[in-house]
């Protein structure tokens, strides 16, 4: 089964918002540094503004969102690079609560999936977290631990509620 090709009008809104926002873009000439030193790890929850949230703006911080704000090693090559070529020297890694991907089971996952795309989805990996202060404790370790990454660099496990916007601090 092949996807169907978008038309333009799917993305019409999209690109009109875009063409809006470019009238009064100052962003441009920025050179990739993260100006505050900070790394991010966090969720793609559309709930989680991770700039916003840390009083942090444009070109401050290198973000890195996947499901559960997991340290996967394409979060890691991110962080290596972040410290090595753009600056960083403070990792956060920020799960949050009513996290999707810890509060289900794989199987449970791939089940709503295959309901969802009308097909089999047993096949897909999904890393749900068990215990999300477990995982944090390990996310934090594999930093930590990385030999390309100093231990100079300041790592900290934090939790956002996505119900105050707060972080609070774990490890």
């Not at 000439?29 to 030193?37: H, R, S, T």
């Not at 790890?41 to 969102?65: E, N």
């Not at 100093?150 to 105050?164: A, E, H, L, R």
């Amino acid at each position: 089964m092949s996807a169907p090709t978008p038309s333009t009008d799917d993305f019409a809104d999209l690109v009109a918002a875009n063409r809006a926002f470019a009238d009064d873009f100052s962003l441009g000439g920025f050179d990739g540094i993260a100006k505050a030193g900070v790394a991010i790890v966090t969720c793609m929850d559309s709930r989680i503004d991770p700039l916003g949230m840390l009083g942090l703006q444009p070109g401050d911080a290198k973000i890195f969102r996947n499901p559960g704000g997991r340290v996967t090693a394409a979060a890691l090559e991110a962080l290596v690079l972040g410290v090595h070529l753009l600056n960083v020297n403070r990792v956060l890694v920020i799960p949050h609560t009513r996290c999707a991907m810890a509060s289900a089971t794989e199987v449970e996952l791939r089940e709503r999936i295959g309901a969802s795309a009308g097909q089999d989805a047993s096949w897909q990996g999904f890393h749900v977290v068990r215990d999300q202060l477990d995982a944090l404790r390990q996310d934090v370790a594999a930093v930590r631990s990385h030999p390309l990454i100093s231990d100079t660099v300041k790592v900290g496990g934090f939790i956002y509620d996505v119900d105050t916007g707060l972080i609070d601090q774990r490890l």
